[in-house]
Structures are given as structure tokens and as C-alpha cells.
């Protein structure tokens, strides 16, 4: 995850041109075009909130996360709506809501089919009959670029400086992202490593785990980022 990297995460993505706003606006129309008057939004794997300031034009919204270190900076930034920290799996918040979102590829972080449909069925199990659920998936196994070659992004603020080096590999199914962050500021310059491990599902995989949910009207669409899909469903209505 981002643990070392959090305080610098929202620098880094909105400096490369990452448009929460119309990300959270195209959301907003599909949740409306499937669920009519829906007022209440969880979005899971919810990271800094970036999504969540513009979602709660239009919801109540409450945010789940692994990671301490982003829910830390989505508290900062929207210090009164609800964060909870929770593992996707078997987080359970004791509520339903309308509509469930799990934005950016973060379910692309379980390791296993047994994972994802833990993941899939535990999101499933807080909406509201008829409600929306909407996941991104990580890269489609025949998108990933093979020896991709190695990224920079640098970015600056009142309060930092940041050069991230990415190197991109695959093993198999699972890829692996090593982000090397060069943090400058007013007390000097950190050196901050963050590791991710993501595995390539397939349209099937991801599709049975809806399925195994219970979910239905299932449908998918490219998603905001390239070579990704986006899948939408429904909870069954009473």
C-alpha cells in the first residue's frame, strides 16, 4: 500500500492530471441511471477521499480502508464524514447503503479467486435491495505492457517536492509496482519505498465473483483507466 507515501499520494496524482471531479461525476450518473434517487454512497478502498469530496455533493458517504496513513488524510480533508479502517474482505459496518463503489484497480490487491469473492461478497452484503455496485478491475491480462519501461512523476507544493521513480514487472498473474519517493522538504529529503502486488484477473473471474454475491444485471464498461474495465451490478430488489 501507501504507507510510506500517503502524506504525498493526492501532490502526486492531481499534479499528473488524475480528474477526481469528473471521475465522481460519471459515478454519480451511474448510479443514477440504475438506481433512481439513491442518497447514500460507501466507497471501499477509499484511499485519501479524493472521490468522496465531490461524491458528497449528492450522498451521505462513508469511506473504508486498509491503510492508516490515507485515512489519515482523508479525515484531514473531510473531518466530518465517516472513515473506517477495515480490510475489504471482512470489514462489517453493520449498515446497507444505496450504492458501493471500489474505484482505481484496489480490488486488484487480493491474491486469490477465494480473496476476490471475499472481497466481492462483503462489499455486496452492505447494499440496500436494488442497489448499485460499482468495481474497477485491475489491468486485463492481455493489456499489460511487458517490459514497460521505468516512469518518473515529480510534482511540488508550499510543503513539498516529490520525484516518484515506477518500475513495472509481471510474474505470472501477478504484477508488481516499485515506487521510489524522493520527498523534499522544509526538514530535508526522504527516500519512502512502497511495493504493491496486484494480480490479473480476468473478465470471468471477476464476473463469477458478482455472481457468487448474488449480484444481478451485471455489465461492463471501459473503465477511466486505460485497458481496465469498470463492472456494475445490482443487489436483488425484495
Known amino acids: ?40 454512497l460507501l466507497d471501499v478502498a477509499c484511499g485519501t477521499g479524493g472521490h468522496l469530496v465531490h461524491l458528497r455533493r449528492w450522498y451521505e458517504v ?13 479525515r484531514r480533508r473531510l473531518p466530518a464524514d465517516v472513515f473506517v479502517e477495515g480490510d475489504m474482505r471482512t470489514f462489517r459496518l453493520h449498515r446497507t447503503f444505496d450504492a458501493v463503489s471500489c474505484l482505481f484497480s484496489s480490488v486488484g490487491y487480493m491474491s486469490s479467486d477465494r480473496d476476490l469473492n471475499e472481497a466481492v461478497s462483503t462489499m455486496a452484503s452492505h447494499l440496500r435491495p ?13 493489456a499489460w505492457t511487458e517490459d514497460a519501461p521505468i516512469s518518473l512523476q515529480t510534482a511540488a507544493d508550499e510543503a513539498f517536492t516529490v520525484a516518484r521513480m515506477s518500475r513495472s514487472r509481471r510474474e505470472g498473474n501477478r ?31 471477476y464476473v463469477a465473483s458478482l455472481q457468487l454475491a448474488g449480484l444481478i444485471d451485471i455489465e461492463s464498461i471501459e473503465s477511466p483507466m486505460p485497458g481496465r474495465d469498470r463492472y456494475i451490478a445490482r443487489a436483488r430488489p425484495h
Open 130 to 142: 436494488g442497489g448499485v455496485f460499482v468495481m474497477d478491475g485491475w489491468v486485463r491480462p492481455d
Open 62 to 74: 462513508v469511506g473504508v480502508d486498509i491503510d492508516p496513513g490515507m485515512l489519515d488524510q482523508a
Open 1 to 40: 500500500m501507501f504507507r510510506h507515501s500517503a502524506h504525498v499520494y493526492d501532490l502526486l496524482y492531481e499534479s499528473s492530471g488524475k480528474d477526481y471531479s469528473a471521475e465522481a461525476r460519471a459515478l454519480h450518473a451511474l448510479i443514477q441511471q440504475r438506481a433512481p434517487g439513491a442518497v447514500s
Open 175 to 205: 504484477t508488481f509496482l516499485d515506487m521510489h519517493h524522493l520527498i523534499g522538504s522544509a526538514q530535508g529529503i526522504d527516500h519512502a519505498v512502497d511495493t504493491h502486488v496486484l494480480t490479473l484477473f480476468d473478465a470471468s473471474q
